[in-house]
């Protein structure tokens, strides 16, 4: 199959099964359902943007769930602080309905980022994706592998039988009459 239209498939595959990247310290469970729904939508829609051209990143609710994670652990820095309220305001007012009139709370609410808290922002997506990947990259291989030791062990349990039929063979064939296990005893 042509590696274009091969990893197209893995993307896709990937933005419904691929683990959430959360940072280490145990918090990844307290992500609420509507982040982990928002995060499968928005792999979906950059898959979409990937197929026009645009390169592949992490999302901003992937980078948003890493933050709120890295946050419960240890506070963040200024610049962390903006960006994290940053993406918590996009995903935020993405994911409300317009109907509820819930929005951000105006004093947490962060509308822009400067260049360099910017560049972060977009380090961490790249980072995120690429952890992604490693990760599915790493489980295919395993999946494969077990797969192969199937099957070799399947071979070693047919080659490991095939002298035992020939000897039970040779007994009726000679008329004598072994017991295999006694016979293996001897």
């Known amino acids: ?3 274009t239209i091969e990893k197209g498939i893995s993307d896709i595959v990937g933005a419904l099964t691929d683990p959430i990247i959360v940072f280490p310290g145990g918090w990844g469970d307290s992500l609420l359902d509507w982040i982990k729904t928002a995060i499968t939508l928005e792999r979906l829609a950059m898959n979409m943007k990937a197929l ?3 390169e592949m990143t992490g999302t901003d609710a992937e980078a948003c769930a890493y933050l709120y994670t890295a946050s419960l652990t240890q506070p963040p820095d200024h610049d962390w602080t903006q ?3 940053y993406i918590a305001t996009k995903v935020y007012e993405r994911q409300r309905t317009k109907d509820s009139g819930v929005t951000m709370p105006e004093d947490i609410r962060v509308d822009s980022l400067n260049d360099e808290q910017m560049k972060d922002l977009n380090r961490l997506k ?5 952890r992604r990947v490693k990760v599915r990259e790493e489980r295919d291989r395993a999946e494969r592998h077990q797969k ?3 099957g070799s062990q399947e071979r ?4 490991s039988i095939v002298p035992i039929l020939i000897f039970l063979k040779l ?3 000679e008329g004598v009459n072994l017991d295999p296990i006694q016979f293996a005893l001897k």
Do not use: C, F, H, P
């Not at 790249?126 to 690429?130: H, L, N, R, V």
């Not at 070693?156 to 080659?159: D, H, L, Y």
């Open 52 to 54: 026009k051209g645009e």
């Open 156 to 159: 070693s349990t047919t080659a």
């Open 126 to 130: 790249t980072w995120i994706y690429q």
């Open 171 to 173: 007994n009726r064939v």
């Open 83 to 85: 960006i994290y309220l």
């Open 1 to 3: 199959m042509d590696k």
């Open 148 to 150: 192969r030791g199937r």
